[in-house]
């Protein structure tokens, strides 16, 4: 499918566990990012990546680990998951040409419960 | 810190009103603020604002940036029922990180 996908859009999973949330864009986008949504708190950045190979952290990182091997794919994995890592997550991408490279579009999001 | 601040938190007017949404920053090293419709789902991109004074427009929507006071505002004019959504705000920084507000939540009344 075109555009930007997360897979999977629900996961419900046991503290400790580990967990992984997918990510494609089709567009070859360089940029790409990952999100956490809570009541209270907005959007917050969790890690992004400038090109494959080249990963960052944003503002809240702690417990969560990325990749990027392809520029299509930016997985971002729960390594022991925990309660409050229970949220909605959003993968996001963009160009890196000026003037687009702020422009960011955004996946459907994963609904993560932690029990 | 860092801080996008977005006012009110939340707003709910009739239809055909106008309404002015509120996004202040205290950001280093500013590059660009946007903002997004967030409907049920994902947010969608609106506008994008890098130098101030310089108006934005989509339709009924428009938008304008003062990087001097570190605010931007967001009009809605004419407002419809399909316009309700939590609007938010972004600044960019410019080591590419990226800050939200905790948004608007704009509730139109038929």
């Known amino acids: 499918d075109a555009g930007i996908t997360q897979s999977p859009r629900y996961k419900i999973t046991e503290t400790g566990r580990q967990v992984t949330l997918m990510c494609h864009q089709t567009?070859?986008?360089?940029?790409m990012f990952w999100y956490r949504q809570d009541l209270g708190h907005g959007l917050r950045l969790i890690y992004y990546?400038?090109?494959?190979?080249?990963?960052d952290k944003g503002e809240v990182p702690d417990g969560y680990v990325v990749s990027r091997s392809k520029t299509e794919n930016f997985p971002l994995t729960l390594e022991s998951a925990t309660r409050s890592q229970t949220s909605v997550y959003f993968c996001?991408?963009?160009?890196?040409?000026?003037?687009?490279?702020?422009?960011?579009?955004f996946g459907p999001g994963t609904r993560l419960t932690v029990l | 810190e860092d801080k996008v601040v977005q006012s009110p938190l939340s707003l709910v007017v009739h239809e055909g009103d106008t309404v002015t949404l509120n996004c202040s920053y205290e950001v280093t090293n500013f590059r660009s603020l946007l903002w997004y419709k967030q409907e049920k789902k994902a947010p969608t991109f609106l506008f994008m604002l890098?130098?101030?004074?310089i108006e934005k427009k989509s339709g009924r929507l428009s938008s304008i940036l003062d990087k001097k006071e570190l605010f931007s505002i967001l009009n809605i004019t004419a407002t419809q029922t399909g316009d309700s959504a939590v609007y938010l705000c972004a600044v960019i920084r410019g080591d590419d990180k990226i800050i939200f507000g905790k948004g608007t939540r704009l509730h139109i009344l038929p």
């Open positions: 567009w070859s986008h360089s940029y």
């Open positions: 996001a991408s963009s160009a890196n040409d000026y003037p687009s490279w702020n422009e960011q579009f």
């Open positions: 990546s400038a090109a494959a190979d080249i990963t």
């Open positions: 890098t130098s101030s004074g």
